[in-house]
């Protein structure tokens, strides 16, 4: 037994370095135009074999650093309507988000968030974690971060 454990596990390593595919999983940092435009010091995302690990996200205006008007509400959808464009762009979804973090400004907001974040995620929530912070980029309410597995990996 312990013998074809350790066969099974050379002939894996084997199949992760073949020579088809030697940078799998070196990482592939991804921006839109507008994110470069703003001269920010991070990427939308980065991509790792199958897996798609998106930067924060505040509810910013596409393309400004203008957050979207009215209150909790208002910026949480503008939040998850990024990160549905950061998903879409990179050859992920919605639907295979695994994980998220939520930062919210005022914990306080846990209920308002959640009636949004409840309309982008009805079935199948991602696992989730949740804080107060005590200040966010932008004086941003709320900030979410999200792991995605991705559709179509672009191929190397």
Same mark, same amino acid.
């Given at each position: 037994?312990?013998?074809?454990?350790?066969?099974?596990?050379?002939? *894996?390593?084997?199949?992760?370095?073949?020579?088809?595919?030697?940078?799998?999983? &070196?990482?592939?940092?991804?921006?839109?135009?507008?994110?470069?435009?703003?001269?920010?010091?991070?990427?939308?995302?980065?991509?790792?074999?199958?897996?798609?690990?998106?930067?924060?996200?505040?509810?910013?205006?596409?393309?400004?650093?203008?957050?979207?008007?009215?209150?909790?509400?208002?910026?949480?959808?503008?939040?998850?309507?990024?990160?549905?464009?950061?998903?879409?762009?990179?050859?992920?979804? *919605?639907?295979?988000?695994?994980?998220?973090?939520?930062?919210?400004?005022?914990?306080? &907001?846990?209920?308002?968030?959640?009636?949004?974040?409840?309309?982008?995620?009805?079935?199948?929530?991602?696992?989730?974690?949740?804080?107060?912070?005590?200040?966010?980029a932008?004086?941003?309410k709320?900030?979410?971060?999200?792991?995605? *597995?991705?559709?179509n990996?672009?191929?190397?």
């Amino acid at each position: 037994m312990l013998r074809s454990a350790i066969v099974g596990v050379a002939l *894996l390593s084997l199949a992760c370095t073949t020579p088809e595919r030697p940078d799998r999983l &070196d990482p592939v940092f991804l921006s839109s135009p507008e994110t470069e435009a703003l001269g920010l010091p991070f990427s939308d995302a980065v991509r790792v074999g199958d897996m798609l690990y998106l930067s924060g996200q505040v509810g910013n205006l596409p393309g400004t650093l203008d957050l979207a008007p009215g209150g909790i509400e208002a910026e949480a959808q503008q939040t998850l309507e990024n990160i549905r464009s950061i998903l879409t762009r990179n050859g992920s979804s *919605l639907a295979r988000v695994v994980k998220c973090t939520v930062f919210l400004a005022d914990i306080a &907001d846990w209920p308002a968030f959640n009636q949004v974040y409840s309309q982008f995620f009805p079935e199948s929530p991602p696992a989730r974690s949740a804080l107060g912070a005590s200040g966010l980029a932008l004086a941003a309410k709320v900030e979410v971060e999200c792991i995605a *597995l991705v559709d179509n990996p672009v191929a190397r």
